[in-house]
């Protein structure tokens, strides 16, 4: 309590230039995916168009021609085509960014001397991050969508919390060491929340019902790379 009086007009300055700040940002951004067949997803930074072969079974992301291939699916009742193919790609990728995330993890932690409890997606709509008292960090799967820069910067910022649990000179000394590009990645954030990109997780139980278990990246995916 005596921190809020003694601030308080700091906090109300804070307040309204957040207030401004978000009020000046586009309700969607840029980065927002198109989910149709025809239009377009960005992938940590690459453009990638998205097709629609009815006579497959496996997602086929090729990497040459920037393209992600969609495999047919069942009809699911009450729902049309497009939502369908929409909860299909959605799952797609949030396990994409799942697998790249834990195996480049797997690589970089090790060098930086610290560790985390646990790795977890998140479906924050206003957190990009979060660590916990126990050590869990949890990354946000929306950030598939940015460039790569960006969840790197987002885990050095939660890994370094497991060090420094504020947000001091030497906090901020840390996540430079573990990530040098931090005001390119920062100035990219600052313009974007997890909310202005509308890309409803599915629920596991309708992701069943249309046959979507897990494995869409890792067992029915073809990575093409020339």
Known sequence: ??????????LRKTAERQRLERAARPAVSTYAPDLRAGGAISLLGRRYALALDERSERFVLDLSAGRLTVPRTAPIEG??????????LIA???EFFDAMLRSECAVMTPHWGVQPAKIEVADALSRWGSCSSRGVVRINWRLAFLPDIC???VYAHELAHLTHFDHSAAFWALVRRYCPDVDKAREILARESPGRIPADKPARALLRRAGLGSGLFSLKTDIVRT
């Open 79 to 88: 729902l049309t085509q497009q939502k369908v193919l929409e909860l299909q």
């Open 1 to 10: 309590a005596r921190f809020v009086a003694a601030n308080l007009a700091w």
């Open 151 to 153: 969840w790197r910067y």
């Open 92 to 94: 797609w990728i949030e």
